[in-house]
Structure formats: C-alpha cells, structure tokens
C-alpha cells in the first residue's frame, strides 16, 4: 500500500526567507502527488500536484515542487514566504483510478505545520 | 459559483448515538469522496461514490455507511459514536472518479 511521510511536523521560519517542506512516498509503478493547504477551520486547497512530464512543477502562491523518482520524494519549496503562508500543508499521494483518470483516493501524510514569524 | 457545501459546521453528539452528515458537490460534479481527519493527523480516506454506486471504500468499520442521491449530494452516517470519531469529516468532490477532487469546508464532529 501506499503511504506518504511528512518529515517535519513544524516548521517556523521568518518572513521573505526561502522554505522547503519535505515529503517522501513509498515507491510504485505508476503515481500522482499532490501538495495541499488548510487553515485553521477550513477545508484542504490544491496548491500544486504533479501528473506526468516535468518533474518541477509549479503551482498557486508562488509554491513549487521537484518530483524526484529515485529518492521517492517531492518537497514543497516557496522562495519568500509571506505571514499569510502560515496554515498546515499535506502532501498527498494516489494511484491511478481503477476506472481510468489520474486520481485515484488520496493517502495523505500526517501534515506540516508552517509558520511563518515577522 | 458554489462550492462543495457541507453541513452541518459543527455537532456535538453522545457516545452511542448516531450522526448524518450531509455534502452537496459543486454543480456538474458526479463522484463525491468522504474522508476523516482526526485532530494532529492526514486525512483519511472513507468512501468514494459515483452515479450512487460506491467505486471506494476505506479501512472503517462498518459502524461508517454512506449514499448518493440523485442529485448527486451525498450523506455519511455513523452508528454507534465512539469517543475516536471526534474529527473534522471532508467531503471532496470531482467531476468523475479519477479527476481532481475539490474539497468543502467540513463537518467538526465532537462525540462526548
């Protein structure tokens, strides 16, 4: 089965500094990753996920990510981070569906929390 | 253009007791995934649905059920509320199953 390892569970860091947040996943055949953000009492938004071709992806607020196939790792990495980056962030992993399309259900790791400090 | 809307935002049940929770999918969107995500942790995976047949299920015990209306909102029902059910419950929905999910607010369950 599947699983994702979040490495940090926090990460504090002061504001317009670099940050990388970092995720490894147990290695298959075939797999589609996935960063994603909550703030407090909200639900989970799609910042970024990674499908197939370039292994930089780049998503919403500046986040982007490297796909690294050898290591089974895809860290998150913001070069400036603002105070309103602060929230918690998953990184997710899913096979492909058994009914075809990129997504099957998504294993999630335990989380990071970031913040962010003027 | 609405979102995935669940309600209710908050409940506090009993031990014991049995809870519906409810999850309109944004407008178009077909497939509905239910997921549960204790305090400190990931989300985990619950249920998945699709035109009202179930195209997923997670490891839960059977005390956890869920349907799909045709409309396409769905419900999940939990029996007999144990203290570890307290968690914030996602809904998520996608167009079809294997597209990217879209995920509402959450429903904050407190089993007292």
């Known amino acids: 089965a599947q699983s994702v390892t979040q490495l940090d569970s926090q990460v504090p860091v002061f504001e317009e500094a670099p940050v990388e947040l970092r995720c490894n996943y147990s290695s298959s055949v075939s797999v589609y990753l996935f960063w994603y953000v909550q703030y407090p009492n909200q639900g989970l938004q799609l910042l970024l996920k990674?499908?197939?071709?370039?292994?930089l992806v780049k998503g919403i607020n500046g986040f982007e990510a490297e796909f690294n196939k050898s290591q089974t790792s895809f860290h998150l990495r913001k070069p400036s981070v603002h105070i309103s980056d602060t929230a918690e962030y998953f990184c997710?992993?899913?096979?492909?569906?058994?009914?075809?399309?990129?997504?099957?259900?998504?294993?999630f790791g335990k989380g990071t929390k970031l913040s962010v400090k003027p | 253009d609405a979102g995935v809307t669940q309600s209710p935002t908050h409940l506090i049940k009993t031990r014991g007791q049995h809870v519906t929770l409810r999850c309109s999918p944004i407008?178009?969107?077909?497939?509905v995934s239910w997921y549960q995500q204790v305090l400190g942790q990931g989300p985990q995976f619950i249920f998945q649905?699709?035109?009202?047949?179930?195209?997923g299920r997670g490891n839960f015990p059977d005390r956890f059920s869920a349907r799909q209306f045709p409309n396409y909102s769905s419900e999940l029902n939990v029996n007999a509320l144990l203290l570890g059910d307290s968690a914030l419950y996602l809904c998520?929905?996608?167009?079809?199953?294997?597209?990217?999910?879209?995920f509402g607010q959450g429903t904050r369950l407190t089993v007292v």
């Open positions: 407008s178009g969107h077909k497939s």
């Open positions: 997710a992993v899913s096979d492909q569906s058994r009914y075809g399309g990129s997504q099957g259900n998504l294993i």
């Open positions: 990674y499908l197939s071709g370039s292994t």
């Open positions: 649905y699709y035109e009202k047949e179930e195209r």
């Open positions: 998520a929905s996608s167009l079809a199953v294997g597209f990217e999910a879209f």
